[in-house]
Each structure stands twice: as C-alpha cells, then as structure tokens.
C-alpha cells in the first residue's frame, strides 16, 4: 500500500500522461457550460503590472499544472506576468494573517472558509467581479454566497473558487451484511447500523480528536442534525440548548460503536485505517476514494466503497458544510484592476472548467452552470461532490461569518465538547456549559 496517501492534503499523483493530458488541454471540452451574455466590468490594466497570488497546494499534480498554464495564458494575453507560490495547507492561515497585518506580499490570496471576513479592513471590494460572474454562469450557490459576502449585505469581500465536501464514505458488502442497502438518514437507524457494523467487527469511526477537516466536520453534523448551533443569527451564544444535549445523549450510545482511538485522531487517520480495512464506515473527501482506486494493491476496497450523504437526523437536509477556497485581493496591491481581471478570468468556463476536471471532483463549482461540468458525468461516485456548495450550513452557524467564528472554530470548541462526553470525562450538562463559556470568550467581542 505504498501509494495511499496519509492525509487529503497530500498529493494524489495520477499517471504522468494523465496528468500531461489534462494540463495540455486534452480534457473534456467547456463548450457544455452555459454562458449568459454579459459585458464584463472594466478592469484598466495598471501600466507595469504584475502579480503574485498564494494558495493551497494541490490536491492532484493536473490541479497545479492547469492553474499554472491558465495564469500564463492571462499573461499571454494581457502581458501581466503571474507568479503564483503553492502553499502548504496548514500555512495558509499564518500567512495570511502575516500578509494582513504587515500590509506587504501577496496580491491575491487563496484561503479557506471565513479568511476574508477576519481580514476584511486590509481587502478590496470584488463585488463588480462576483456579479459579472454571478450573472454570466447561472448565479452563486448558497454556501459560496455565505462566504464570500459581508453579513447581511451583498457585498463581496471574497470570490469562492470551491468547496471539498465530506460525506459518508462506507463499504456496501459490510453495510449489506448488517442488513442494510444503505446507510439510514435517520439518527435511530443510523445508530443501529453503527450497532451491527460493530457486532460484525466491521466497525464505524468518526475522528473526535482535533483534526482540521475530519473532528470539526463530525461535530458540526453531531449538533446540526440535532437542530442546534453554537450561535444563533445575532451572534449570540446558543450552544447551551435541549437540542446540544440531545446531541450529546446520542453520541453517548454512538460512540462505543466506534474503532478505538477515534478520540486521538488527526486528519490523517480515519485514511488510514480505512485503507487497512479495519474501519467500514466514515467521512471523507474524494480523496481517499481516488487513493484506493489507483493503487492495484486496494483497488478492490475502492470498488466496494459508496458515498452517501451525512444522515439527516431531525434537520430538514444533510447538514454539511464544505471547507471552502476563497480569494481575497489586498489593498496593498498596487494593481487591483489587473487582479480583479485575473480572478475573474481564471473563473472563466474556458479557464475555470479544465481546472475543475483536473481535480477529479475534489473542488465543487461555486457557480450553478458549472454544474454541467464532464466531471460529474463519469464515474458516478464523485456526482455526490457535484453539490457540495448548494448547502445551507458554515462554519459558525446560524450565527454571522466573523473572526470569533473562526476561532472558536480553531479551537475546536464543538469537537472538544463532544470528545469529553464521548471519553466520559463529562455529563452532556457539563460539557455544553463549558463550551459556552469557552464561546463567550469570543462572541462577546462581536
């Protein structure tokens, strides 16, 4: 097993003529996506400009390769030269803060979820940029609305390039030994699922250590598909509710169906385990599928793996929310037309679309006529990533999109609270009061 990747920050390496392939523009053609005829806003190019923009590393080898010829054909055709640096996950948010508060380095930054509306005093408004492309490609889905405006307003602080989602990941043959077709939506027969799964010594497994990615989405569906929330609309504290404990009750009975160690895992573990067939049910990213899938050595495991959405328990839908790439242009910037013309051309169907396939279904669309991308029209086990940004929750919900938001999220405040019930170490009462006062430590500031 060699070739499975420890972490979905790591990169999945897809064949050196596969990735050439993709990078030389041999993918499916963009003409399927719809286009609405609009005038672009003018964007002046400043006399001597050029660019530099940070973000994430890639996911897969085509990802950079794709983003690196479509910024050299924006400098082909405009002669703004584009240098753009992949950054290390776990770096981006230091960076950006750096670049913030120190008012120097890059252009544009490509960051994660909230980043533009902690930093949004050192950004420039890019709502000319997101209506053009709002209108041109069919309108912005709910998720890369709610991250790229300001709080009740429609004004744009950041363009959304997409979001990575975590569903259920599972393997059908244990899921139809515990007699099922799949895994139920409702919080009752899920945990009976998770019972037999156990009994089978095929079991469960959701991270409740302080993994980024995996913990902070696992907590997040635990309370959401209760009907509670850390905050309520106001920004107030409303963790502390029948609903959280209720939550908690009912990780009380879950959590003894799970693997051991799930209170001490990273994002890399539940990969892990999975590819070593010892947990049979999780979430993740597309890419532990895509692990399995290109290696000989587990491509059978691949084969037996379904994704579903997260149970549904009491919420109206699967409550998820996807870890979302969001640009920012700074105001230190000497050139913002020619940023604001490179973001919107690298969101262009002709640009934007060849990236999307690179990633194998990794990044979903943030605009609705992607959706008719090739990418969802192959292997029909990614189509589920196809809506990722349609969904209704965030990080920090119900309440506004903040720097408190974001740091109660950084300090795994929801996670904690569920680990120390799960561990024993307290009453669902104690655990929700301290994770309120742990909350109002930031949300008061708000």
């Not at 479509?70 to 670049?99: K, L, P």
């Not at 890059?106 to 949004?120: C, L, S, T």
């Not at 699967?318 to 105001?331: I, V």
Request: glycine share 8%.
């Amino acid at each position: 097993m060699a070739n499975i990747i420890t972490t979905r920050r790591g990169t999945l390496m897809l064949g050196a003529s596969a990735a050439a392939a993709v990078a030389l523009g041999a993918a499916p053609t963009s003409a399927q996506i719809q286009r609405a005829n609009v005038t672009p806003p003018s964007w002046p190019i400043e006399r001597g400009a050029s660019l530099r923009m940070i973000r994430p590393v890639r996911f897969v080898q085509p990802d950079e390769e794709v983003f690196r010829a479509n910024c050299a054909r924006f400098t082909q055709q405009t002669g703004v030269e584009v240098r753009v640096d992949f950054v290390g996950w776990e770096d981006i948010t230091q960076q950006t803060a750096v670049t913030a508060n120190t008012g120097a380095g890059p252009d544009i930054i490509i960051g994660f979820n909230e980043a533009p509306h902690i930093y949004v005093d050192k950004l420039v408004e890019l709502t000319d940029v997101a209506e053009y492309l709002g209108a041109r490609y069919g309108g912005w889905l709910p998720m890369a609305r709610r991250y790229g405006t300001r709080h009740n307003t429609n004004t744009w602080i950041g363009v959304p390039f997409g979001a990575s989602g975590g569903p259920l990941v599972w393997r059908k043959s244990a899921v139809n030994e515990a007699g099922y077709t799949t895994p139920p939506d409702d919080h009752a027969g899920f945990l009976d699922l998770c019972r037999k799964l156990r009994a089978l010594n095929k079991p469960p497994g959701f991270a409740l250590g302080n993994a980024v990615g995996d913990g902070n989405g696992f907590a997040n569906w635990l309370v959401w598909s209760h009907n509670g929330y850390l905050v309520d609309p106001d920004g107030r504290v409303a963790i502390n509710s029948p609903e959280t404990i209720a939550a908690l009750e009912y990780l009380k009975e879950l959590y003894p169906t799970f693997i051991p160690g799930t209170l001490a895992w990273t994002d890399i573990s539940n990969n892990r385990a999975y590819a070593a067939q010892e947990l049979w049910l999780t979430s993740n990213g597309v890419s532990l599928y895509f692990a399995l899938k290109n290696d000989p050595a587990t491509a059978a495991i691949a084969e037996d793996t379904q994704h579903t959405l997260m149970p549904k328990g009491k919420a109206a839908t699967s409550p998820m929310a996807g870890l979302t790439l969001n640009a920012m242009l700074f105001r230190h910037s000497r050139f913002p037309n020619a940023a604001k013309a490179l973001i919107a051309f690298l969101m262009e169907a002709e640009q934007y679309d060849p990236w999307l396939q690179a990633n194998l279904g990794y990044w979903s669309q943030p605009l609705a006529n992607y959706a008719e991308s090739a990418v969802w029209k192959g292997d029909p086990k990614v189509a589920i990533f196809r809506d990722v940004m349609k969904s209704d929750y965030w990080i920090g919900y119900k309440g506004p999109i903040s720097q408190a938001s974001a740091a109660a999220n950084a300090e795994y405040i929801m996670v904690q609270m569920c680990a120390s019930v799960a561990s024993g170490q307290a009453t669902p009462q104690q655990a929700v009061r301290e994770a309120e006062r742990r909350a109002q430590r930031h949300f008061r500031r708000t």
